[in-house]
């Protein structure tokens, strides 16, 4: 059973489809003003896209920190000097 499990996870690796991560109004809009030589909206809506990704990581980071802190002085406030 663990050989399968691996091996479905080493196979999923390495079998990857195609996505589109746009709906089709952004991209529609990108390729517009891109094909009229304005290329800043794509700069735009790629930093918008990094901002979307980073927030999430940074709340739970956030939140590990804290937690870990407040556990390391729980554990320190439990053993005897």
Not at 16 to 27: E, I, N, S, T
Not at 35 to 50: R, T, V
């Amino acid at each position: 059973m663990k050989s399968k499990s691996l091996f479905l996870l080493i196979i999923t690796f390495f079998i990857h489809l195609g996505a589109m991560g746009q709906c089709a109004m952004c991209r529609a809009s990108v390729e517009n003003n891109v094909s009229n030589g304005d290329a800043s909206i794509g700069a735009g809506l790629n930093n918008g896209i990094l901002y979307l990704v980073v927030m999430p990581y940074l709340m739970v980071g956030i939140i590990g920190f804290f937690w870990y802190r407040a556990s390391k002085k729980r554990k320190a406030k439990l053993q005897p000097r």
